[in-house]
């Protein structure tokens, strides 16, 4: 059974950091990556690394957030840093079954950028 748990999420002042973590089980994986929905938004991608560590990011993110992963581990991870207000959202996992194709999900994380 194909699991994704995230973990590293919570409330950080403006200008802080933060390091997302995604423990992915149960089959091989692809292209792994990371999408936010914030409230009222529809999910949009921040980042994604394919299994060979190439990298892709979303505009508003670029020079701020670092994703990364670990194969060995099946693990992906997001450095977020120099955070903003607008980074406010439930950030998922995704990774893409290498078995079968699926995509698959985690369940979340929420990140609050507040003073």
């Known amino acids: 059974q194909v699991q994704l748990v995230e973990s590293g999420g919570g409330l950080v002042q403006p200008g802080g950091s933060l390091r997302l973590s995604c423990a992915a089980s149960g089959s091989i994986f692809g292209a792994m990556g990371w999408y936010r929905q914030a409230p009222g938004k529809q999910r949009e991608l921040v980042a994604t690394i394919t299994r060979g560590g190439i990298t892709q990011y979303v505009d508003s993110v670029k020079g701020r957030f670092t994703i990364s992963r670990d194969n060995a581990k099946n693990t992906v991870y997001l450095q977020m840093n120099s955070l903003k207000p607008e980074d406010t959202a439930v950030y998922y996992c995704?990774?893409?079954?290498?078995?079968?194709?699926?995509?698959?999900w985690g369940k979340g994380t929420l990140v609050t950028v507040s003073s």
């Open positions: 995704n990774a893409k079954n290498l078995i079968n194709n699926i995509n698959h």
